[in-house]
T-cell receptor, first 114, second 115 residues
Framework: AQSVTQLGSHVSVSEGALVLLRCNYS??????LFWYVQYPNQGLQLLLK??????LVKGINGFEAEFKKSETSFHLTKPSAHMSDAAEYFC????????????FGKGTRLSVIA | GAGVSQSPRYKVAKRGQDVALRCDPI?????LFWYQQALGQGPEFLTY????????KSGLPSDRFFAERPEGSVSTLKIQRTQQEDSAVYLC?????????????FGSGTRLTVV
């Protein structure tokens, strides 16, 4: 079985500060890893994904994440937070092969303070 | 269509009522997924279709939940005899292929409130 753990249900940063959202995964097979963002009353939007190519993945809106096998982590970062980044962020995992659906973490709510 | 469309956006049902939630995936997308998202939680998998075949329904919480995709495009999630614990946002997602590398495109969801 696969799972992800998102450390911190709520993260608050100042505008312009570094954003760091943590995700650790558990998988017995090589995983694919994803970060999604959800704005209020909307569905989930894909930010970026790791599919066993480059370990440093760049996504939309200036976000990036690094796959670290030794730490079983896939943390999401952004150098400088914008007010528009305030949203709920979900890490998700699935096996690199087969049709097993995505398994999501519980989410981290990001607040950006002016 | 350009995206995944779900209807209705909001549904209020009286306890014991049956409801039907509709999902229109992106045209040509083979895979379709239903997730349930309780307030303040991450999405929980319900069921998965590859074309018209329901390949995985292990996440359906009870036999009151039923999903279909008869022609391999539009899907309907039906909940019979709704209970208060069914209150949640129901998300539909689709993907082009069946492999692991593609992300999903999600609809905006249907918020179901059972009173």
């Amino acid at each position: 079985a696969q799972s992800v753990t998102q450390l911190g249900s709520h993260v608050s940063v100042s505008e312009g500060a570094l954003v760091l959202l943590r995700c650790n995964y558990s998988s017995s097979v090589p995983p694919y890893l994803f970060w999604y963002v959800q704005y209020p009353n909307q569905g989930l939007q894909l930010l970026l994904k790791y599919t066993s190519a480059a370990t440093l993945v760049k996504g939309i809106n200036g976000f990036e994440a690094e796959f670290k096998k030794s730490e079983t982590s896939f943390h999401l970062t952004k150098p400088s937070a914008h007010m528009s980044d305030a949203a709920e962020y979900f890490c998700a995992v699935r096996p690199a092969s087969g049709n097993t659906p995505l398994v999501f973490g519980k989410g981290t709510r990001l607040s950006v303070i002016a | 269509g350009a995206g995944v469309s779900q209807s209705p956006r909001y549904k209020v049902a009286k306890r014991g009522q049956d409801v039907a939630l509709r999902c229109d995936p992106i045209s040509g997308h083979v895979s379709l997924f239903w997730y349930q998202q309780a307030l303040g939680q991450g999405p929980e998998f319900l069921t998965y279709f590859q074309n018209e075949a329901q390949l995985d329904k292990s996440g359906l919480p009870s036999d009151r939940f039923f999903a279909e995709r008869p022609e391999g495009s539009v899907s309907t999630l039906k909940i019979q005899r709704t209970q208060q614990e069914d209150s949640a946002v129901y998300l539909c997602a689709s993907s082009r292929g069946t492999g692991g590398g593609g992300g999903y495109t999600f609809g905006s969801g249907t918020r179901l409130t059972v009173v």
